[in-house]
């Protein structure tokens, strides 16, 4: 029976969390606006999970090259939202309410390895919330994770609960 329980419990957990994770909601099929559908279905997936994640891993790229120039900056964005709401968004919806579903955000960042180990602890703390502020303000009901990397290692990690919006994210330096 002791063997059991411990089973159990993850049974019964795994059962709710794939019930969270699925919807009954039918996906569409049909094209909501075919100019979007057209725009959304290329984009690069070195950068996102989706157009919409691509185009904001662009915008954090862009974004950081104004404040640095000279620093290269690599960046990828995976998020996780119900199969329908991506559909919904991919048939040509409307973008706020996908950004809206996304229920978790994965942010992967390479930066420069000289620009990150010239840096102070405080800049790279301030940095890494810049980056994560503007990931809350993209998904604002989505719990994310951030790790980001100088090419040769891993360099820090940050995480946000949506549901502690305009708190300070959790950032730990290695």
């Known amino acids: 029976m002791k063997k059991i329980?411990?089973?159990?419990?993850?049974?019964i957990f795994s059962g709710f969390v794939f019930s969270?994770?699925?919807s009954s909601e039918p996906i569409p099929t049909e094209t909501i606006n075919q100019e979007l559908q057209d725009q959304r279905s290329s984009f690069d997936d070195k950068r996102g999970s989706n157009a919409e994640a691509a185009k904001t891993a662009q915008a954090l790229i862009d974004l950081s090259k104004v404040a640095s120039p000279d620093t290269a900056f690599d960046v990828?964005?995976?998020?996780?939202v119900d199969e329908a709401d991506l559909k919904r968004f991919e048939l040509g919806g409307d973008e706020q309410e996908f950004k809206d579903s996304v229920d978790f955000a994965a942010v992967s960042i390479v930066i420069d390895s000289d620009v990150w180990s010239a840096s102070t602890e405080d800049q790279k703390k301030n940095l890494i919330a810049s980056w994560v502020k503007i990931m809350q303000n993209q998904y604002p009901n989505a719990t994310g994770w951030m790790k980001i990397g100088n090419g040769i290692r891993d360099v820090a990690e940050a995480n946000w609960l949506q549901a502690?919006?305009?708190?300070s994210p959790d950032i730990k330096l290695n």
């Open 5 to 11: 329980l411990p089973l159990l419990v993850v049974v």
């Open 20 to 22: 969270a994770c699925t």
């Open 76 to 80: 990828f964005i995976r998020t996780e």
């Open 164 to 167: 502690e919006y305009g708190k």
